[in-house]
């Protein structure tokens, strides 16, 4: 097997998070030769928290100018760790900031870059990467000749690395650290409440039914709101919705200002990965179930049982109105 | 201030048409991939809009579309784009496949690019989605900035604004649903959007007059650019099969189900 780079950021802790260690095992799972880069205002933390991991060598390309996500500086120490290393093949977890920095830093090597891995393994001597097209809606297994290939692996795809921390020889690396971007800040949703969470063990869907006519013969977009974010207060769940209930936010109705673009999932929308799923008052068919593609336990609630989101795409769906069974949920969630 | 933004963006497969993928020698495809019902990629389009809504703000500007993509499905497509906003047309005649290669695609597009007339790139702006919706792997753009040699990007953009001095705030989506605040002094950058802020414009056939004057010559002439996909190896693609026994749950009253749901969140 040929050499191998994990790479991967610190948090603002200086430690790497879990993706980054999902990543490092897969890495592992290779079997060939490993070495790891760091990259961070402080890498100590990172080299501690995985000095067992079995690397040849761990190098850091570190200072102030590496603490903060941005292209310029990120991806001349990818560039950078990258020729130090030596290695062709290079992993790395799947973060916006590695998202926005590597495919630039393998264009500068002359290499390739794999976004939204879902697996690597070795067959007949050489690495092979899975991953989606066209939204989530086919799968591919694809090799590459050219070299350094940079692969990006998604989290949830593979268990995280676990090891004794310990005592680690980090070898420094310079880079460039010239930009004229400055990052400023952060800016929390919209909304004011946290409604994504995506290390969240259940992902709570709400379709377009929420803003229909209920049976009294008026929508209740307000109550709908409530009810929804009372349910994510209590269990903490993230929040999805389908395409057809964020547009209507889009198009300023009065819908439910919790909504915005970033929470939508399916076609045109993100495909989170949580172990658990419920949808509540979704409808439609393929594409816009894609959402649903990496929710290990779905259930839903639906008026209609042969809903595209339901039938042959969810474990149990109850037959029901969501207003009410999502009262009784709250209400119990919160005894 | 005036820029001069360049928007790359190619057409995919309408998103409510059912897709299958189709093996044989060389690159996997779509099965009838030529007779499917196409539109311009959903954030590239939406980099579109921003582009022609920065070009309105700021006299002198100026937008491009460049786009690959097979000549007769990319007039198609310009029929109904062309009516969205003011742009100049540069086109390529090759495949628009989620299959080929991105860095391929973004060695052609950056010879494109660097072969426009007129395009200042001291005020250029690359424009583009931050995904495409068939590959969507997000490496083409970074791949043409660093050919360009624009050493700024940034991906996931969901505002950009000018500011007074001329500086340009960017805001890109970072995980949780939160965005990086971003200041840049200036251009040339790159700018992959996500679904930025702003509508889909209505049919203006006004504007599709004038751009269709424009569109039609740069069809003519398109580069035929074949992607070879050297190095790229598909061992297989496949639609996934898995279909769930679902168990339906009838006459049952709200509270019991409830029970049950709650049950089933707080279960380890």
Redesign the interface.
């Known amino acids: 097997m040929e050499p191998i780079l994990f790479l991967a950021h610190t948090e603002a802790d200086g430690t790497l998070a879990k993706g980054a260690l999902e990543a490092l095992n897969a890495a592992i799972a290779l079997g060939g030769p490993l070495t790891v880069g760091l990259v961070g205002a402080a890498v100590e933390p990172a080299a501690r928290q995985i000095a067992g991991c079995g690397a040849a060598r761990i190098l850091a390309v570190e200072g102030e100018a590496f603490a903060q996500?941005?292209?310029?500086t990120d991806?001349a120490a990818a560039e950078a760790l990258c020729r130090a290393a030596g290695a062709s093949l290079v992993l790395a977890p799947q973060?916006?900031?590695w998202?926005?920095?590597i495919?630039?830093a393998?264009?500068?090597l002359n290499g390739?870059?794999?976004?939204?891995a879902t697996a690597i393994a070795v067959?007949d001597g050489a690495p092979?990467v899975t991953?989606?097209?066209?939204?989530?809606?086919?799968?591919?297994?694809?090799?590459?000749?050219?070299r350094p290939w940079f692969v990006l692996l998604e989290s949830g795809c593979a268990a995280a690395w676990s090891g004794a921390p310990g005592e680690a020889s980090v070898e420094r690396i310079e880079a460039s650290a010239?930009?004229?971007?400055?990052?400023?800040?952060?800016?929390?949703?919209q909304s004011g409440e946290?409604?994504?969470?995506?290390d969240a063990k259940?992902l709570f869907v709400a379709g377009a039914g929420w803003t229909k006519k209920q049976p009294d013969g008026a929508a209740h977009a307000g109550v709908a709101e409530q009810l929804i974010l009372g349910f994510l207060r209590a269990?903490q769940?993230s929040l999805g919705g389908s395409k057809s209930l964020v547009d209507l936010s889009?198009?300023g109705q009065s819908v439910l200002t919790c909504m915005?673009?970033?929470?939508q999932i399916g076609?045109?929308g993100a495909t989170p990965r949580h172990p658990?799923g419920?949808s509540t008052c979704c409808h439609g068919e393929?594409?816009h179930v894609v959402g649903w593609?990496f929710i290990t336990?779905?259930?839903a609630?639906n008026l209609d049982?042969n809903c595209g989101w339901?039938?042959?795409?969810?474990?149990?769906?109850?037959?029901?109105?969501a207003f009410?069974?999502?009262?009784?949920?709250n209400?119990?969630?919160t005894r | 201030m005036s820029f001069h933004i360049v928007v790359c963006g190619t057409l995919v497969p309408d998103p409510l048409q059912t897709l299958e993928p189709v093996t044989g020698q060389g690159q996997p495809a779509l099965k009838n991939e030529m007779m499917l019902p196409a539109v311009l990629d959903p954030w590239a389009a939406h980099a579109l809009y921003e582009a022609a809504s920065l070009a309105g703000k700021t006299p002198g500007s100026k937008v491009w579309l460049v786009s690959l993509g097979p000549k007769a499905k990319l007039q198609q497509v310009m029929m109904t784009v062309a009516q969205k906003a003011p742009f100049e047309l540069v086109a390529l005649d090759g495949p628009a496949s989620g299959f080929a290669d991105s860095f391929e695609t973004a060695a052609a597009l950056a010879e494109a690019i660097g072969g426009i007339a007129g395009l200042d790139r001291s005020r250029m702006l690359l424009f583009g989605g931050w995904e495409s919706a068939s590959r969507g792997s997000g490496t083409t753009l970074q791949a043409i900035g660093e050919r360009l040699g624009i050493g700024e990007q940034f991906l996931g953009v969901d505002r950009l604004t000018v500011q007074p001095d001329g500086k340009l705030e960017i805001l890109e989506r970072i995980e949780g649903g939160r965005h990086q605040i971003s200041l840049l002094d200036a251009p040339p950058a790159v700018l992959g959007w996500a679904t930025g802020e702003l509508g889909e414009p209505r049919n203006n056939p006004q504007v599709g007059m004038v751009n269709m004057r424009t569109v039609m010559p740069a069809l003519q002439k398109a580069k035929p650019t074949p992607l070879k996909g050297a190095g790229l190896t598909y061992q297989s693609v496949a639609l996934p099969r898995q279909v769930r026994e679902t168990r339906v749950v009838k006459d049952m009253p709200a509270e019991e189900i409830a029970r049950e749901i709650v049950a089933w969140v707080t279960q380890d």
Do not use: C
């Open positions: 996500p941005r292209y310029a991806a973060t916006s900031r998202a926005r920095a495919p630039g393998a264009a500068r390739r870059a794999d976004t939204h067959a092979a991953r989606w097209f066209y939204r989530q809606r086919m799968e591919a297994l694809l090799t590459r000749s050219d010239a930009s004229r971007t400055t990052v400023s800040g952060v800016r929390a949703p946290q409604t994504i969470r995506p259940l269990s769940a889009g198009e915005t673009h970033l929470n076609q045109t658990k419920l393929e594409p593609r336990e779905r259930r609630v049982p339901a039938r042959g795409k969810a474990d149990v769906v109850y037959v029901a109105d009410e069974v999502m009262r009784h949920v209400r119990l969630l």
